[in-house]
């Protein structure tokens, strides 16, 4: 019987280039078994999208991401509405998606979750008309994000498996010079201005960053939005909280707002940075939707 293939999008320069290793590691162990498959490699940034459009175009059973967090992003937005479920196998330097997913680093393992076909839905978010899977941060971390992503070091820190220490030499480098500004958030209808703020995250996953778990009470199948303000404070008492984040220990800081809604409004006093998955953008007005179970996963 005609059994339908795989279709795998490989971004090979994930994670200093562990994509590729990744790929050629599962690629042994799929021809081994004799599974069907067809596989999609990235040339340039963007591309994933296209190619996940087409995977489903030739009728694969479900789309695999390889690679990190921007490829998953990349390939939700090809293909978040056609119904074929997204599989992944990390392969990126923060891999926040599959930590709160709960899949395993190792390809191999990896893939035998995937076997297992196990499908459940996920929630996506609407941010400025873009599909986010994790979160999308605007403001400091937005900022330290783009200052990663162009610095010579990240590449380096990839190769050595600690590419999440990128975010924390970003950060020390971005502290000394940003100023806070006042933000108004409106969550279902009910406003709120809270002034010096430094960022806002709006979370469906509650990782982003390469391990910060910026909203740990984000369930992502729940309908609903989690949103992390933290406002009201010094730069010093910033860089001393900031530890505690990647344990979701910072929530109970008397300068973390947690808010909870299915529509964010959030309006700023000029254009900051942001991120959308760790993809880069500026704005100075922010909408985000809550879209319930509109993705397959595996």
């Known amino acids: 019987m005609y059994e339908r293939p795989w279709g795998f999008v490989v971004n090979p320069l994930a994670g200093g280039g562990r994509g590729r290793q990744v790929w050629c590691a599962l690629e042994r162990l799929l021809v081994c078994t004799k599974v069907p498959y067809r596989a999609w490699i990235t040339q340039r940034p963007g591309e994933a999208v296209t190619l996940a459009r087409e995977a489903v175009r030739r009728g694969v059973r479900a789309v695999v991401a390889i690679g990190g967090d ?8 090809g293909m978040w509405e056609t119904g074929v479920p997204l599989g992944c196998v990390p392969a990126g330097s923060g891999n926040d998606f599959v930590r709160a997913l709960k899949i395993p680093d190792e390809p191999a393992a990896a893939w035998n979750r995937l076997c297992a076909f196990h499908v459940r839905s996920l929630d996506l978010v609407r941010v400025n008309g873009e599909i986010v899977v994790n979160a999308a941060g605007i403001g400091l971390d937005g900022t330290v994000a783009a200052v990663v992503n ?4 990240k590449r380096w820190l990839n190769w050595l498996r600690i590419g999440k220490a990128a975010y924390v030499v970003g950060l020390l480098h971005v502290l000394a010079r940003y100023e806070p500004l006042s933000a108004t958030l409106d969550v279902d209808g009910r406003a709120l201005r809270f002034p010096r703020t430094w960022l806002v ?20 199948d729940d309908g609903q939005l989690d949103v992390c303000v933290v406002s009201g404070i010094g730069a010093g008492r910033l860089l001393r909280l900031f530890p505690r984040v990647f344990r979701g220990r910072h929530i109970d800081d008397a300068a973390i707002t947690l808010l909870r809604g299915k529509e ?30 509109a993705l397959k996963v595996l």
Do not use: K
């Open 70 to 77: 921007g490829t998953v992003h990349e390939v939700v937005n």
């Open 264 to 293: 964010i409004r959030l309006r700023l006093a000029r254009p900051l940075p942001g991120h959308l998955d760790g993809e880069l953008t500026v704005a100075a007005t922010w909408t985000a939707q809550v879209l319930p179970r």
């Open 201 to 220: 995250a709006i979370s469906n996953l509650p990782f982003y960053g390469g391990g910060m778990n910026i909203c740990p009470l984000a369930a992502g």
């Open 150 to 153: 162009r610095s010579p070091y």
